[in-house]
């Protein structure tokens, strides 16, 4: 199983940026995927997650309203939309992945998820 993430760099307060997290070896379409965040000396965090179906998300209180969680169950891929940046996320952003029934619901705790990609770093200068 890989998850790899990019679309991390370097943005001014106030910008956006879009991470992509691609998948191989798993059954997309049957894992709930979800974002966490480690920024340095921090524990990691979470940041958003979204059911294998798309049809709902969760998000972290401190990034509601500025990031948006999708997926595309046809590129086995999960994107994070975030705008409004804030010197505060930056980190290094990281996907993870949990196999699930359709009836699970989605989870917020890093030890929830089974799978996790390298991450990529988010930088927000001030």
């Known amino acids: 199983v890989q998850l790899q993430a990019s679309g991390g760099g370097l943005v001014q307060a106030g910008g956006s940026l879009r991470l992509s997290c691609a998948t191989s070896?798993?059954?997309?379409?049957?894992?709930?995927m979800a974002w966490f965040r480690q920024a340095p000396g921090k524990e990691r965090e979470f940041v958003a997650a979204?059911?294998?179906?798309?049809?709902?998300?969760l998000y972290a209180d401190s990034v509601k309203g500025r990031f948006t969680i999708s997926r595309e169950n046809a590129k086995n891929t999960v994107y994070l939309q975030m705008s409004s940046l804030k010197p505060e996320d930056t980190a290094v952003y990281l996907c993870?992945?949990?196999?699930?029934?359709?009836?699970?619901?989605?989870?917020?705790?890093?030890?929830?998820?089974?799978?996790w990609g390298q991450g990529t770093l988010v930088t927000v200068s001030s």
């Open positions: 993870a992945a949990k196999g699930a029934i359709l009836t699970s619901v989605i989870r917020n705790k890093v030890g929830d998820y089974d799978y």
């Open positions: 070896g798993l059954t997309f379409g049957r894992n709930h």
């Open positions: 979204i059911h294998r179906n798309g049809g709902s998300t």
